[in-house]
């Protein structure tokens, strides 16, 4: 895009992680014209950095928080019917612990959230013996009661691209790499100034209603808006995970108490790994300096640890992640404390009488990402008069249409047309890119039409495919955001990667 660009938005997002790609679908979808900049790689900041799960919440019970887990519920079934390949059930096992909380209480929680909605897809919770139940295997003897209950797993990155493409399905503009440098009313349109930080122009667009979903940079944007101030406090609140190679047989993970009376995830990962986490740290520095602690590895150590009958040592760690979750202040007791602090959202809306609104997000979690955008554009179809009619809950996204028969059956397909594959790789195929794996393979007949192999199974064929339909420039964008090959690359061929992706670009 050029500096001489005169483009016109009926909305306009600024943030490309879950929130505001979510906003950019749904409103593209009411048939509005829609623009969304990013400064960054999408998904960059804390939508790739999650637990990677899709959960109703079962630790929110304990802060009365049910109509945020009912929410959650609620939208882990419509994911999985509309990304059935980005979001897939996990059974996961919650041990009992002696002197924390009694099974009754549980057993209990466990209740509720088996019934604060309908499930339809998922199975319901049981106990277990575990020292008669195929999970107790890599558990320490001493544990022997315990429940079992689903969630999802949940590809957080994915999911913002999957949004993204479903945005632009329906005629959006999307720009990476622009940051936000400022907006203005001007008579009854918001005027927005954008970088391009690749090419270093600088231009404006309009548009008639801005959202600012800029996550942790949220207070930051809203400060270069002219004429709007917000008065929500956020906390910011640094999540870690450590992910080791694969722990125990079978695909149920663990929900476990620790010792601070705090719950922490264990669970398969990425078919060889198993990723553990998360923490609940305060972190005052910029949210893009955010790391892992050793203070953290530490504690997910001896936590984990605590459970497992093979202990898991720092020399197994194959990799680390933090994010920063810009969570806010509701007032009272709960404030006081990181890890009960809402995991809700809350807006606040400017809109002057005969002015331009601007729709600013706090707060939110991956799970709820869609039901957010429905409400934001309910909030401006009040103040504007836009279509009421979402497509969002029943609108399947790109990639996830595999039909009545499943994503096995159109996996089995997959394999099926392409012998020559190994069905690691044309898993991970339809895992990542659901059905668009026709684009991807689209004249593909031999191995050697994928072309140079930089290690793992990624080849050039799928980077020239990221790079032209998903905005990937980068090594990082393409093996630890559009996929986790990451994982699996050795140094030598990160950097073949680079070295391509240099001449790509060139």
């Not at 008669?132 to 295997?137: D, F, I, L, M």
């Not at 008639?208 to 910011?236: E, F, K, Q």
């Not at 149920?252 to 609940?280: K, N, V, W």
């Amino acid at each position: 895009m050029t500096t001489s660009a005169k483009l016109h938005f009926d909305l306009f997002v600024i943030g490309g992680g879950i929130n505001g790609a979510a906003v950019a679908c749904d409103a593209a979808g009411r048939n509005l014209r829609v623009g969304l900049a990013e400064m960054q790689d999408f998904a960059e900041g804390t939508s790739s950095r999650s637990s990677k799960l899709i959960h109703g919440g079962l630790r929110y019970l304990e802060t009365y928080d049910f109509r945020l887990v009912r929410d959650a519920l609620i939208e882990r079934e419509i994911l999985m019917r509309k990304a059935a390949n980005l979001v897939w059930p996990l059974r996961l096992v919650l041990p009992h612990v002696k002197g924390q909380r009694p099974r009754w209480m549980i057993r209990l929680g466990l209740f509720f959230y088996d019934h604060l909605y309908r499930r339809k897809l998922l199975q319901g919770s049981q106990a277990i013996n575990l020292h008669r139940h195929e999970a107790g295997r890599a558990l320490k003897p001493s544990f022997r009661h315990a429940f079992i209950y689903s969630d999802c797993h949940g590809d957080d990155s994915r999911l913002v691209i999957a949004n993204l493409l479903g945005a632009q399905r329906h005629g959006a503009t999307i720009l990476p790499r622009h940051r936000f440098l400022g907006a203005e009313r001007s008579g009854k349109v918001w005027r927005v100034s954008l970088k391009d930080l690749r090419s270093g122009n600088e231009f404006d667009v309009t548009c008639d209603a801005l959202v600012n979903t800029a996550g942790p940079w949220v207070i930051d944007v809203a400060r270069s808006i002219a004429g709007v101030s917000v008065s929500r406090r956020l906390r910011m609140v640094r999540g870690s995970h450590i992910v080791v190679p694969r722990q125990w047989e079978g695909e149920h993970g663990y929900f476990l108490q620790t010792r601070d009376g705090r719950l922490m995830e264990a669970f398969p990962y990425e078919r060889d790994f198993t990723s553990i986490g998360t923490t609940d740290e305060p972190w005052e520095e910029a949210p893009e300096k955010v790391r892992i602690s050793d203070k953290e590895i530490d504690y997910m150590l001896a936590e984990v640890n605590a459970f497992l009958r093979r202990p898991v040592t720092r020399a197994d760690i194959v990799w680390s992640y933090s994010g920063v979750r810009p969570l806010f202040e509701v007032g009272g007791g709960r404030d006081n404390d990181l890890s009960t602090l809402t995991r809700d959202y809350s807006f606040e809306i400017d809109a002057p009488e005969g002015a331009p609104p601007v729709l600013t997000v706090f707060g939110g979690k991956l799970t709820t990402h869609r039901k957010l955008a429905e409400h934001a554009m309910k909030e401006l179809h009040g103040l504007l008069g836009w279509s009421d009619i979402c497509r969002t809950r029943t609108e399947v996204l790109p990639g996830g249409d595999f039909g009545a028969a499943g994503k096995a059956s159109y996996e089995a397909t997959v394999r099926k047309r392409f012998p020559w594959l190994p069905e690691a790789q044309v898993a991970r195929y339809v895992q990542q890119y659901g059905t668009r794996v026709e684009d991807l393979l689209s004249g593909v007949h031999a191995a050697s039409d994928l072309g140079e192999c930089f290690g793992a199974d990624l080849y050039k064929r799928e980077v020239d495919f990221l790079i032209a339909t998903e905005w990937a420039e980068a090594s990082a964008d393409i093996i630890w955001r559009r996929t986790k090959v990451g994982l699996r690359l050795d140094r030598e061929g990160l950097e073949r990667l680079d070295r391509y992706l240099e001449k790509a670009s060139a």
